[in-house]
């Protein structure tokens, strides 16, 4: 059986140590050949110029490159100037959000919503960027129902998506059973997993409380168990993670793509574990 293709996500480093950093696990992580490397768009694009600036380094390097684009706090005019740097420079995908609204801005922008936002990159650049969206098998924590999530995230392909990426998730019946409900509803585009290796518990239930991603009871209580023992946590999370992975891949997953948190051990152990070598 083939290997799905693979992908990593970064977050635009605030620093000129943590610049460096990324350099060394974007290097690490290429050896893997993968298909991207998306960059994160802080909330309210707080992070644009330094997104924009990690797009470029990777794109120098040779790689392909994929910037998120936010519709929260943008406007027409500004995400118009973003999409024209970008297709000048060679770029071709683009990871189309709503994203998130930080504490303290009023306004949400131009843009309400992310079917919104792709259709207005398909209007201004044709079909110059592959447009990926985000999809939430365990659905999006401010959706007023399954339903509705499963609506939203319809209008978001019709508006001219080519793919999806998923919120982490641990259950693989919650990514299959989301697939299945999107095909019946006319979504017939790839669905990528979004894979969270475990580094640090605390962390992870960090995120997972913010952003719904249910990590499963007995999960939590094996993580909570193991208290400060890091290397435990780190062999108990690679085994579960590739496990997951491998149900994934098995049931026809077309890609995993990894939350790597700017670190390339965690997800360079699962691939090796899952066959996949420099």
């Not at 600036?53 to 118009?80: D, F, M, W």
């Not at 650049?125 to 999809?135: K, L």
Request: hydrophobic share 35%; proline share 5%; glycine share 8%.
């Amino acid at each position: 059986m083939n290997k799905p293709i693979i992908s990593f996500e970064f977050f635009p480093p605030q620093t000129p140590e943590g610049t460096e950093k990324l350099t060394a696990t974007r290097r690490l992580l290429a050896t893997l050949k993968p298909e991207f490397f998306s960059v994160t768009f802080g909330a309210g694009g707080s992070t644009q110029d330094r997104t924009l600036e990690t797009i470029r380094k990777i794109h120098a390097e040779g790689y392909q490159a994929a910037p998120h684009l936010s519709c929260v706090g943008s406007t027409r005019e500004n995400i118009r100037a973003l999409l024209h740097t970008y297709k000048d420079m060679g770029i071709k995908r683009i990871v189309a959000l709503r994203g998130d609204l930080p504490s303290g801005m009023g306004s949400i922008g131009e843009f309400q919503y992310a079917n919104e936002l792709v259709s207005f990159i398909r209007a201004e650049t044709g079909e110059h960027f592959h447009i990926e969206v985000a999809a939430y098998p365990e659905f999006h924590p401010q959706a007023n129902s399954a339903r509705d999530d499963m609506l939203n995230f319809k209008r978001k392909m019709h508006a001219g998506a080519n793919s999806a990426i998923t919120q982490y998730f641990y259950n693989a019946d919650a990514y299959f059973r989301f697939v299945e409900e999107t095909r019946k509803l006319g979504v017939t585009a790839p669905i990528v997993p979004g894979i969270m290796p475990i580094a640090r518990y605390s962390q992870l239930a960090r995120f997972s409380d913010t952003c719904g991603a249910e990590i499963p009871r007995w999960m939590r209580k094996t993580l909570e168990g193991y208290g400060d023992d890091v290397e435990s946590v780190q062999r108990f999370g690679c085994d579960v993670v590739t496990q997951l992975c491998e149900k994934l891949n098995a049931g026809g997953a077309p890609g995993l793509h990894f939350y790597t948190l700017n670190q390339a051990n965690a997800s360079l152990e699962i691939l090796k574990q899952l066959g996949y070598h420099a």
